[in-house]
């Protein structure tokens, strides 16, 4: 009995691993072509304390372009400037308006950003490493997604606390785009983002892809270095990402191939 209930364990455990990468890969399959998307969002914060539950609501828009760039942008809040979030491979960048500060994180990897690259990427070699992955059928619990990932972070060698307990990324069907992550930080605490309408592959501004910073923000680097912005508008951070490629023009008809073979050349 022993010996066939290890049986049926490693049964059900490496049944899922295969599943999962054979899903990845058709994941990044249908993603390869995706350089630059943009997308409104809703986010949720809620907190649990003291028998006491709290939901903070605003709206925003992303802005995810190649090479591993992306931007949140909070709308305006009661008059008040909305936040902007910005992780640029492994660095983040934080604005808060209200408060005239801006915090570059230079680690951002220790702050597992990862988890968010993974939502619009087609690479996830790095996920893989760091995260275990299952799927998820999300049913009516979210009639919008085809698939659904878990993501759980791995012990580390160190034994650090993760950031967040795990994540639900909930993918539609025609590019496993999200349509909603929910990142449980903890039982106090969870955040949860929504999606529609995403733009692809549409030109983008470089300067939609850095934070323009007034003059006299403060900048924070590494919560060590301080210094004062004294240009009317300092871009952060300072390398562009440029704009998403132009579609290929489609193939010439026959016709119109062979008319064109047929003209004299200047």
């Known amino acids: 009995m022993l010996s066939l209930m290890l049986a049926l364990v490693a049964a059900t455990t490496a049944q899922p691993n295969a599943d999962v990468n054979a899903f990845l890969q058709e994941l990044a399959s249908k993603r390869a072509g995706i350089h630059a998307l943009q997308a409104p969002f809703v986010q949720e914060v809620t907190t649990r304390a003291g028998g006491v539950e709290d939901t903070l609501t605003d709206s925003g828009n992303l802005l995810y372009t190649e090479p591993r760039r992306l931007v949140f942008r909070i709308d305006q809040k009661e008059g008040k400037p909305g936040m902007v979030m910005l992780v640029d491979h492994t660095r983040l960048f934080q604005y808060e308006p209200e408060n005239e500060q801006v915090s570059i994180y230079n680690r951002a990897a220790d702050l597992q950003m990862d988890v968010l690259f993974s939502a619009f990427e087609s690479e996830f070699s790095d996920l893989e490493k760091a995260y275990d992955i299952e799927l998820f059928e999300p049913g009516a619990e979210n009639p919008r997604a085809a698939k659904g990932l878990l993501l759980r972070p791995k ?63 403060k900048v924070v680097e590494d919560e060590t270095n301080f210094r004062t912005v004294e240009q009317d508008i300092e871009y952060l951070p300072t390398a562009k990402v440029l704009e998403a490629p132009a579609a290929e023009a489609p193939a010439a008809a026959p016709a119109e191939k062979a008319a064109t073979e047929g003209e004299p050349k200047a």
Do not use: C, M, W
């Open 155 to 217: 012990t580390t060698e160190g034994g650090e606390r993760p950031l967040f307990e795990r994540v639900r990324v909930y993918l539609r069907a025609e590019d496993y785009l999200p349509v909603k992550i929910h990142i449980i930080n903890d039982a106090e605490s969870e955040v949860v983002l929504t999606f529609e309408n995403f733009s692809i592959n549409k030109p983008v501004d470089a300067k939609q892809t850095q934070i323009a910073v007034p003059k006299g923000t």
